[in-house]
């Protein structure tokens, strides 16, 4: 069964620290892998999309990793803010499928305090 | 150039009414998706369209219908409303050619329904 398990639901950290949010699936065949950023009553938006051949990518305070081997993703958070408060969703697609068949992950949800 | 356009915002229905959401995808896009967002299931697949032909369905019962018009603007249905129906509707688009291309998500209707 495709699943997409994120780890862990929430997280409180402090304004200036660095965070990792951990994402694990078992979608397959693998097509790539994609973490967005949701505010509170907002659509998502996309932070890092990665292939099977990507193992890093970064967008600004972001970096995603990924081990096709393991099926592990990570979103590392560097120097956070208070504008990280968010919900962070990992979503996997398949191989052979459309963007309609996109899996996705429960999130996890980051607070940022000052 | 203008994001994803979700129309209306925000809505309130009684039960057994019915509701048509409508999306505006970016210009040029042709595939088109819907999900339900909800606090206890996080975001589920609903159906996509690409070039007014639905390619993709979710598991949802018959009440939930959607179209795509020739310019690529989606609407979804959902008849004989159920309190169960509450929750954020996202749509998505994208160019839809490749497996790795960006989706770009509305901001969502939030649908409440008492």
């Known amino acids: 069964k495709n699943q997409v398990e994120q780890s862990p639901q929430s997280l409180i950290i402090l304004e200036g620290k660095n965070c990792t949010l951990q994402?694990?699936?078992?979608?397959?065949?693998?097509?790539?892998l994609r973490w967005y950023k949701q505010d509170t009553g907002r659509g998502p938006v996309s932070l890092t999309i990665?292939?099977?051949?990507?193992n890093t990518k970064s967008n600004g305070r972001y970096t995603a990793t990924l081990d096709a081997d393991t099926k592990q993703s990570s979103l590392h958070i560097t120097a956070s803010q208070l504008s990280d408060s968010a919900s962070y969703i990992c979503?996997?697609?398949?191989?052979?499928?459309?963007?309609?068949?996109?899996?996705f992950g429960r999130g996890t949800q980051l607070t940022v305090w000052p | 150039k203008a994001g994803v356009t979700q129309t209306p915002r925000y809505l309130i229905k009684t039960r057994g009414q019915q509701v048509t959401l409508s999306c505006s995808p970016i210009?040029?896009?042709?595939?088109v998706s819907w999900y339900q967002q909800t606090p206890g299931q996080g975001l589920q697949f609903l159906f996509e369209?690409?070039?007014?032909?639905?390619?993709n369905k979710g598991n949802f019962p018959g009440r939930f219908s959607g179209r795509q018009f020739s310019n690529s603007r989606s609407e979804m249905n959902v008849s004989t409303l159920e309190l169960g129906d509450s929750a954020l509707y996202l749509c998505?688009?994208?160019?839809?050619?490749?497996?790795?291309?960006?989706?770009?998500f509305g901001q969502g209707t939030r649908l409440t329904v008492v």
């Open positions: 994402c694990n699936y078992t979608v397959s065949p693998f097509s790539n």
């Open positions: 990665m292939t099977f051949s990507e």
């Open positions: 979503v996997v697609s398949a191989r052979g499928s459309t963007l309609g068949r996109l899996y």
């Open positions: 998505a688009s994208s160019s839809g050619q490749t497996m790795n291309t960006e989706a770009f």
């Open positions: 210009s040029g896009h042709r595939s």
């Open positions: 369209y690409f070039s007014e032909t639905q390619r």
